[in-house]
């Protein structure tokens, strides 16, 4: 049960006959009016629980981008149901325009079709409608909320895509280097040709020379089919905010970065999220289905406040990794957390595989240690200067045990992890 | 639910850091008690200041004609004499506590009649009591004396003869005269004796008598109302002066119950019973409510919501330079100038020592000698800048912090070139590798 602005009109034209005949009788009677005609109207409003509702819609969108959903709202009622209607999003779905204006005929039914401009990362949900139906005279109304429940899923948005071009460009170069440029250890053998002046010596296949009477020498090529395990540390340290994102979604981008890159290298990419358990794993997915699958596990991930537990997670990658790989650990430098968790576990993971630890700084703490001004200022920049020590102890620390260890603010990391990815590549290290 | 994460009404927009874990609610409550606190003291200490003087200053200032008051305009003495001759003197000061079960037996007196209002002085005219008036003016005496009218006023100090019939009068004599003067009124109602005491006179004119007396005394249907123009006679100063105490004693001491009522001006507040709306047309009643009506309906529509409120799960806000910060307040409350200096010393040194390609072992003398040698500048106060004392106040640490900046941007530009160093500062990635590369 609703009322409309008319109701108030019709109590003003109420003060008329009261006017004209002061007293309790004109009153009361004017009031019974009033409440007769409203009920009347309810009565007669078409029914908002003979709707029926069903969505359609794209199951996912990239964040920052819009999303069409449409909702089908069937009356299978006797009345005509015409009001307006409201779509219960979660605010940070972003509906644009969450009250519509509906009118379905009996047995027919009507397509509302929205727009959601989401405003954060994961599932966002819709739990009910909204109906509001109201009478013939326009002056009550019927309500209810049925359950109508939809959700979509809101997808990391990739920023860093644009750094795709570049890095793959780089590739190509590493990719097309002859084998006399880029021979040393770790280069695959390719196949054998003939020998053509300028050649590397070094490079002459002896054996195969003598089988075929022409000198042959081997190519080589960079690298392939290396495996590389992308960890996403989900702990308390990525819920952490720098500007208005956690530290989780700038080392989702790197990630999906560095992803991209190494499939198109034709490398396999898995990827763990973890923080004391699995929280989310994407493994032995194609090269087309990499991105996709990765995006999708991503989506719903939130940072835990919980520690990261370096222990399991080293148990994890050991069992899940037989031959050697790169493994990427997405994570921050803060010393505390990696002393006690990262450092004494890292040993093991070096000694198998290749470690590179990527880690988000906060911009705000450069700035914070250039400030000057004050003694206020200064303050505050010795300790963004302790920060910063702090992080450099323990980044000289993990070099020391062998783990490459790239810091850098949420826009710079995803390349400069390429970056790092591409160098070991070339060098033949991975 | 995930348990990083807490659900708030949906009023606030998700994504941004408007968020409930933004600041713990201590840290809120202990702002919200720095910034009220002295606002809060001082209120405390004025209600403070107000409860103690009110509890130890004495209830010196009553009214005149109290019987209360000792002072000299207090007739304490009138009323403690009254007492000691078996009268009951109750002191009132509302006008249904001064007619209630008042009889003819008893006296009311009021002392400052003009403060009562129209409903007063129709209780008081009701009442069957003996009244004594104390300078009444024309419209109480029209209400509860007709017969009697003010007539100016004459030297209060001038003792007079009653001259009357009187017997009060005469048995007290010549007393304190004057004051408010009193005449027999032109439309006075049949039926009244009116007796006139105390004659006043103008100056010049003694021993003639006049018509206009100092206390009038009017009996109608049994009920006596006395007018006494001069208050001086039941005042503590005056009350020994000739006949005054007899006067007074004999007029307010005639029954064994006196009322001594001193109006209490709030009781006028009370007392409009002619309302607002006994003075509107009868339709205006029935127009308000139907507005009431309307109004009511207005609420009802607009506070229908279209659907409850959405729960929206918001993550939680946990700033990342939070650490360094709460440090940095460590470091101002504590006045930490000597760790702040060495901290940006050290900072400075590494960030030397990686620019001139000074291995990591290398001791911070001679990155100061390198640096100095670098920066074209004097080697003893590079060092001194390097590794000297710790600054005494927190002048001496800006200035240590920008001396620091500026040699760095002297070996970062050899000759003094433009301070670009503040620049690059904020670019973590072009500051040099504290661990010299890698």
Known sequence: MALTGRVVGLALLGVVPVLLWPGPVAFFATLLVILAVVAVDAALAGSPRALRFDRSGPASVRLGEPAEVRL??????????????????????????????????????????????PTRRGDRLVERVTVRSVGPLGIAARQVSPRAPGRIRVLPPFTSRRHLPGKLALLREIDGRTSLRIRGQGTEFDSLRDYVIGDDVRSIDWRATARRQQVVVRTWRPERDRRVLLLLDTSRTSAARIGDAPRLDAAMDAALLLAALAARAGDRVDMLCMDRRVRARVEGASRTELLPALVEAMAPLEADLVEADW???????????????????????ESAAVEEGLLPVVNRLTSHHRVIVASVSDPALATMAAARGGSYEVYGAAAAERAALDRAATTAELTRLGVDVVDASPADLPPRLADRYLALKAAGLL | MNPGTTVSPATVSPGTTAGPGEGSPADGRGSRWRRLRWPAFVVTGMVLAAVVSAALLPETNRGSLDPRSAEPDGSRAVAQVL??????????????????????????????????????????????????????????????????????????????????????????????GGGQLYARAAGAPPGTTFTGCYPGRRFGTAGKSSDRYSMVRVADD??????????????????????????????????????????????LGETAEVTVGDL?????????????????????????????????????VVRSAETAEGRARLYRTGRARGHAASILRTASTRRLAARLGVPSEAS?????????????????????????????????????????????RAVAEPGGATPRYGDAAKDPEHRPDPEGGR
């Open chain 1, 72 to 117: 089908t709202v069937t009356n299978s009622g006797s009345r005509r149901v015409r009001g307006v209607l409201r779509d219960g999003w979660q605010p940070s779905a972003g509906a644009v325009r969450p009250r519509q204006p509906v009118d379905v005929p009996p047995g027919e039914s009507r397509r509302l079709t929205g727009t959601l401009r």
């Open chain 1, 311 to 333: 222990m399991t997670v080293a148990a994890t990658i050991r069992q899940r990794l037989s031959q050697r790989a790169l493994v990427v650990l997405l994570t921050t430098l």
């Open chain 2, 83 to 176: 007492r000691g001759r078996g009268v009951k003197v109750d002191v009132v000061q509302r006008s249904t506590d001064a007619v209630d079960g008042a009889t003819r037996r008893t006296t009311i007196v009021v002392v400052s009649p003009s403060l009562l209002g129209p409903v007063q002085l129709q209780r008081l005219s009701r009442s069957s009591a003996d009244l004594v008036l104390v300078e009444p003016d024309l419209v109480v005496l029209r209400e509860l004396a007709p017969a009697v009218t003010p007539l100016g006023s004459t030297d209060a100090s001038r003792v007079e003869d009653p001259a009357c019939a009187d017997p009060d009068a005469t048995a007290a004599g010549p007393v304190t």
């Open chain 2, 364 to 408: 911070p003398s001679d990155v100061a000698h390198l640096a100095a040698e670098a920066a074209g500048a004097d080697p003893g106060r590079v060092a001194q800048l390097l590794l000297g004392a710790p600054p005494r106040d927190d002048a001496a640490l800006v200035t240590l912090s920008t001396a620091l900046d500026d040699l760095e």
């Open chain 2, 222 to 267: 049994g009920r006596r109302v006395t007018v006494l123009g001069q208050r001086q006679l039941l005042q503590n100063e005056f009350v020994e002066v000739d006949g005054n105490a007899a006067l007074a004693l004999r007029t307010l001491g005639a029954h064994p119950e006196l009322r001594w009522y001193l109006p209490d001006p709030t009781e």
């Open chain 2, 280 to 316: 509107l047309p009868p339709w205006v009643r029935w127009a308000t409510f139907q507005l009431g009506v309307v109004a009511l309906l207005a609420m009802l529509w607009r506070g229908r919501r279209l659907g409850g409120v959405v729960a929206e799960p918001l993550p939680v």
